[in-house]
């Protein structure tokens, strides 16, 4: 049974329709890719699963569990987390705050435990912190956790979110174009992370990209979309030559001659 | 050499001269000149008026960067430029001599004070004269080597703040003081020129010596002897002779002064003790140095909280109460606003139901229900505001940012105009309010007096610190700071939103209440008046000057915003202007706040801990 399951997914704004009739499904511990051009309604997707969206139609499984009628913070529960395209950090809290608010699916301590400081609570947010200190180690930015978020540089702050993302401990973590806005170096060694997440932490790992390279090099599984529908799903070498894909970026004429790996 | 630019000079005291006709013609400077700073040499009017001319000539030297000597004609260019607007009001009122039916402060008093009594024509040639001075010396201030001028601005900026602050200091050192010591210090209102002098001297010199090594000399003072002179100060204050009459006759001051001195004492035998007994070098030092340190400085000012009320007299106690007050509200609205993001303008709602449930449910009078004692409705009138606080919390949880602050704008008006109403007269009185509401008791004694009040009020405003305070630190204080920070996120992090909300709407609720119910008790009676949405503005402002989410901050901006006004009373009237100007200036030059909350460092502080156990 796959971890997550769509099942003829429509959702609307309005007169638009901005996913239609998307079958999606990925399988635990697998990366799996969504792409697209812009607008074909990738992160909307990405919204619905996590719960920013109420979808019209169809439904959304995750574990076992529809997502139906769930708020984010309850999807957030489930096991399922995620970082946004342009990146959104608690801006005036530190790196290992930020950290720590992640890990709120696996807290439980109560306010008047905090109060009273009742051991409990006490032993918590100690392990709580122990916790976001090796977090931050993990993903790179050890002795920056006192920096204000908004004060980080770009890369750390791409890095902060991932790692906020993980704290909660996810088995679904979706990436919303991670490697926006880094250069050639800092994308490859993003790519590298992210497959470690998985081979290391068997995090199951669904991602929105742009950069080819990085799709075409990590995923198992592709899937395309365009105006809110799927137009293909495979492997990346099937992906690569499906012509509709190469329609669909390029349009029509330049579908008939090049694939698309030249052109990307 | 920098190049002057006569636009920039022309622009800055034009300025300056507009704020100076300004304050001029809203009556300040007449209202103001009641006061004098120091005694028959310059009053309260005088010093606002004469500040422009002074910054103006500052800040045009100061914007063009020229120190040298070349640069002072640009300063008195600044200051006459100041002079004009006020000279161009004196020749209007020559012109149009009923012009004081247009401009109602425009009084013969006013002129006079801008002529210095000498009619419009030679007395505004006099004050552009003086005011070119004075840009004149606002560019000598730049001018000369900070090494010089630091000291005698800061000098001058302190004497003429004890000048504004004499008649406190009045109230406090009388008792201390022989009857010709006080005469020769004060005068009928402000200090004498000669007290004037010699503050400016010692601190001009102090600050001198301080600036040129001194401090160098204070850093070599081990840290111990700084602990015991606090120390001595401390005590020292407690022994002074002081008012004690308002003490329950069952207690002896002496007991309380006795207890004051030993409390510090043993505290330092216990940690000497503690300190000697561990067995851990390394552990114990880094308790000595940040713990310890900081539970002595707690402890020195604990001693002279605790003596406050009898050094400071009943008008100055009963001052310190209401900014209490304003403090204990700050301090909740600042888990609604500062924690948490929900801007919440109908905050005195819940300071007026804590008042109005302990008032009925203590009254005496008429409509009182219970009869209760001071102590049971207390609690009772808390929750009955933290209930209330959810009650509001409830609808407006899908509000955000401008909504909430109507939303929550028109819900403190309802329950204002419900004090007011006739709909609910029967039951809380309407417009007379709530009488006989009787002082508590404790332990038969009967609190009474301002001083009795500060006590309860400190014990709450402590109580209210500490929770702040653990909350902020905790769990539920990182989910209200996600929460305003991003609110989207925070909720895909897992955190419900619906509970966040309601625990910092409730929570907030209940520090207002507390102090809506230490408000009723003191005053005897309520009235719906007390609770206008006035109030709410004026928490709100002085958590915005301190520094939103700091809870020093609060602090701070109670005693800059309810503190300041009480004590220069001819402010009072001026209030909300005051209040507008301080709040621009304070969004321009320091939108942090006075007393912003610090970065909490928990990665590295944390990771030291770590290495200095490791070789134990």
Known sequence: ?264 | MAQFDVRETMRLGLLAGVVAVTVSMVGMVESFNQRDVITRYLTLGQLLLFTAPVVAGFLTVKRAGDRSWRALPNGALAGLFAALPIFALLLLTLAVPTIRQQLVNVSPTLIRILTFDNGQLVGGLLMMAAMGGLGLLGAVVYVVPDRISDPISLAVGWTLLVGLLSEVLLNVLRPLLSREVVRFLFGTRGIQWQTAVIIFLILAIAVFLWRNGGRTYYQRIPRQVLHWLALALAILIVWIPRDFSWLPPSINPLWIKIGLTLIPLILEALLFFSTRSATQPALVKSITDNQLGRARLASRYLIVLLILPAILGVYLTEVVDNIGLFILMGLGLNIVVGFAGLLDLGYVAFFAIGAYVTGILTSTGPLGVAGLSFWVALPIAVAASTVSGLILGIPVLRMRGDYLAIVTLGFGEIIRVLAVSDLLKPYIGGAQGVLQIPKPVLFGFTILQPQHFYYIILAGVFLALFIAGRLRDARLGRQWMAMREDEDVAEAMGIHLVNTKLLAFGIGAAFSGLAGSIFAARLGSIFPHSFALLISINVLSLIIVGGMGSLPGVVVGALVLVGLPELLREFAEYRLLLYGALLIAMMVRRPEGLWPSPVRRRELHAEDDLAMQEPA
């Open chain 1, 1 to 264: 049974m796959p971890l997550l399951e769509a099942k003829s997914v429509v959702k609307r704004f309005g007169g638009l329709v901005a996913i239609n009739k998307l079958d999606f499904s990925i399988d635990e511990g697998a990366i799996v890719s969504i792409i697209g051009p812009n607008g074909a309604g990738k992160t909307t997707f990405f919204n619905c699963i996590s719960g920013f969206y109420q979808i019209d139609e169809g439904e959304i499984n995750f574990a076992g569990h529809s997502t139906k009628g769930r708020s984010p913070d309850q999807i957030a529960h489930l096991g399922i987390s995620r970082t946004y395209q342009n990146i959104r950090l608690f801006s005036a809290m530190t790196a290992i705050e930020n950290i720590m608010v992640g890990m709120e699916p696996r807290l439980r301590s109560s306010w008047v435990g905090a109060v009273l400081r009742l051991p409990g609570t006490v032993h918590e947010e100690e392990e709580a912190l122990q916790e976001a200190r090796q977090l931050l180690k993990f993903v790179g930015l050890g002795g920056k956790g006192d920096i204000l978020a908004r004060n980080l540089p770009y890369g750390d702050q791409r890095r902060l979110e991932i790692a906020r993302a993980l704290a909660s401990k996810p088995r679904l973590l979706l990436l919303d174009e991670p490697t926006a806005g880094m250069n050639p170096r800092e994308t490859a060694e993003t790519t590298q992370f992210i497959k470690m997440l998985r081979d290391e932490l068997g995090i199951t790992i669904l991602l929105i990209e742009h950069d080819m390279r990085v799709v075409m090099g990590i995923s198992e599984d592709i899937t395309v979309l365009d105006y809110g529908q799927k137009i293909a799903q495979g492997p990346p070498a099937k992906i690569q030559n499906d012509p509709r894909v190469i329609e669909a970026y390029l349009g029509r004429g330049a579908a008939a001659s090049a694939t698309i790996q030249v052109a990307l």
